[in-house]
C-alpha cells in the first residue's frame, strides 16, 4: 500500500532564511514519482517541484529544491531565501506507476508560517 | 486558457439530497481525478479515470459515483448525500508529469 508521510504539521521559518519540509514514502513499485504541491489561504494547488524514481540528480525549480533520499524513502522539500510569500500549505504527493496508469496520493501537508 | 473547471463552486445540501459536481478541462488530458480535502488534512483520492470510459476506486471511494463518458468531463455523483461529506473536493487532469487542479467545490451538507 503507498502512503505519504508528513510529519511536521506547523513550520515556522524567518524571511530570507532556508526550511526543509519532510516527505517520507512507502511504496513496494520500482517506478514512481514525487511532488510537491503548495497551498495558499485561496485555496489553489500550485505544483512546484517533480522527482522521478529513476532521476539521479536532485530536482530543482528556482528556490525549490528536492533532497530526493531513495534509500531512505524520503523527498524533503528545501525552500532557500524564503518570502513571506511562501506562507502556505505545502503537500507532498507520490504517483505509483502501474499497467493501467497512475494515480496520486497525498500526505497530510505542513504549514509554513514565514516570519518577517 | 480554462485549464481545469469545476462547477459549482460553492454548494449546501440537505442530508439524503444528492447531486453531481462536474469536472471540465480542455488539455486533452487522459487522467482525470477527484479528491477530497477535510480539514488540516491533505488530498484524499476518492475515484480516478484513466481514460474516457474507464473509472477507478481511490482511497475514500464509498458514497460516491463517477462517469467519464466524455474524455473532457468527469463527473463525480452522491447519491444521498452524508454530513460526513462536507468537504472541498478537488478535480484534477494530467497528461505527464504534473497534475491541474481545478478551483475547488466547497460543499456543505446539513
Known amino acids: 500500500a503507498q502512503k505519504i508521510t508528513q510529519t511536521q504539521p506547523g513550520m515556522f521559518v524567518q524571511e530570507k532564511e532556508a526550511v526543509t519540509l519532510d516527505c517520507t514514502y512507502d511504496t513496494s513499485d520500482p517506478s514512481y514519482g514525487l511532488f510537491w504541491y503548495k497551498q495558499p489561504s485561496s485555496g489553489e494547488m500550485i505544483f512546484l517541484i517533480y522527482?522521478?524514481?529513476?532521476?539521479?540528480q536532485n530536482a530543482t525549480e528556482g528556490r525549490y529544491s528536492l533532497n530526493f533520499q531513495k534509500a531512505r524513502k524520503s523527498a524533503n522539500l528545501v525552500i532557500s531565501a524564503s518570502q513571506l510569500g511562501d506562507s502556505a500549505m505545502y503537500f507532498c504527493a507520490m504517483r505509483e506507476v502501474y499497467t493501467g496508469g497512475f494515480k496520486t496520493i497525498f500526505g497530510a501537508g505542513t504549514r509554513l508560517f514565514v516570519k518577517a | 486558457n480554462a485549464g481545469v473547471t469545476q462547477t459549482p463552486k460553492f454548494r449546501v445540501l440537505k442530508t439524503g439530497q444528492s447531486m453531481t459536481l462536474l469536472c471540465a478541462q480542455d488539455m486533452n488530458h487522459e487522467y482525470m481525478y477527484w479528491y477530497r480535502q477535510d480539514p488540516g488534512m491533505g488530498l484524499r483520492l476518492i475515484h480516478y479515470?484513466?481514460?474516457?470510459?474507464?473509472?477507478a476506486k481511490g482511497e475514500v471511494p464509498d458514497g460516491y459515483n463517477v462517469s467519464r463518458l466524455k474524455k473532457q468531463n468527469f463527473l463525480l455523483g452522491l447519491e444521498s448525500a452524508a454530513p460526513s461529506q462536507t468537504s472541498v473536493y478537488f478535480c484534477a487532469s494530467a497528461a505527464g508529469v504534473e497534475a491541474f487542479f481545478g478551483q475547488g467545490t466547497r460543499l456543505t451538507v446539513v
Open positions: 522527482q522521478g524514481s529513476y532521476d539521479q
Open positions: 479515470s484513466v481514460g474516457e470510459g474507464t473509472t
